[in-house]
């Protein structure tokens, strides 16, 4: 299986090959913007999948937040662009998960602290916390996982 970056770089000559000029530009920036993270700082770094999906899921929520600005300000057809780039950006996200499957993950990692001879309360929040965050890894939000969490413990 080939890595996301893989995947984008194939993208942009599918994209080319159907004249898709959002998609393209769209999947040309977002690898720009890989690669601005990958030589920023001291040292070049190489970005694995979990931090270009944190990269391409802040790169889509940027270009939902710019289409709102954009839909305020009585710009319809710039705010149709943004949010026509986010959708692309949004399809090389994972499938995100329904509530119901978070609140089943949640449940699971308390029975396993239980089975497990530790009965977890509030103090060991971020014993249930560490396992379920790496479960769900973005696919739901993260404030909402801490409330579920919260208010199984409590």
């Known amino acids: 299986m080939s890595t996301l970056k893989e995947r984008l770089h194939a993208d942009v000559v599918t994209h080319m ?3 898709n000029k959002t998609a393209l530009t769209t999947v040309r ?8 993270r990958e030589k920023s700082g001291k040292t070049p770094v190489v970005l694995d999948d979990a ?8 790169e889509a929520a940027k270009r939902r937040d710019t289409a709102r600005i954009y839909t305020e300000a009585g710009e319809p057809d710039r705010a149709a662009a943004e949010i026509a ?4 950006i949004e399809a090389y996200l994972p499938k995100a998960l329904t509530e119901a499957e978070v609140e089943a993950i949640v449940d699971a990692v308390i029975a396993e602290l239980t089975a497990a001879g530790q009965a977890p ?3 060991q929040m971020g014993d249930v916390m560490k396992p379920v965050t790496a479960k769900v890894a973005g696919r739901f939000d993260g404030k909402a996982v801490s409330q579920m969490v919260r208010s199984r413990l409590a």
Not at 51 to 58: E, G, R
């Open 121 to 123: 309360g509030m103090r």
């Open 51 to 58: 931090q270009v999906t944190s990269l391409l899921q802040k």
């Open 29 to 36: 920036n977002v690898l720009g913007e890989i690669e601005t």
């Open 85 to 88: 780039e986010a959708e692309v």
């Open 17 to 19: 090959k159907e004249r």
